[in-house]
C-alpha cells in the first residue's frame, strides 16, 4: 500500500510539474516570442489562456457548492430523523 501511494504521488507530482509549466509557457513567455516562431504551433489561441482557468474555476467552485449543500441536507435529515425517533 505505501509504495502504491508513492508511485501515485510522484505521478501527480510530475503532471502537475508538467502542467504548470506548460502553462507558465503558454501564459507568460509566449507572448516574447515572434509570432512567426514554431513554439507557437504547440499551443492553443491565447484567449484560452484565460478562458479555460476561468471554466475550471467556475466548475470547481460549483462542485464545492453542491458537495457542502448535499452534506448539510443530509445532516439535517439526519437530526430530523434523530429527533422523530425520540418522540
Sequence with gaps: ?????????GIMLLAASFV?????????LLPFFHP???????????EWAVRVPAFLLVVGLFAIGLFVGSTIM???QRRAQA???RT
Aim: hydrophobic share 30%; no cysteine; glycine share 6%.
Design 1 to 9: 500500500q505505501g509504495t502504491s501511494d508513492k508511485a501515485l504521488g
Design 20 to 28: 504548470f509549466t506548460y502553462y507558465t509557457t503558454w501564459a507568460i
Design 36 to 46: 512567426t516562431s514554431t513554439i507557437h504551433e504547440y499551443f492553443p489561441a491565447r
Design 74 to 76: 443530509k445532516e439535517n
Design 83 to 85: 429527533a422523530r425517533l
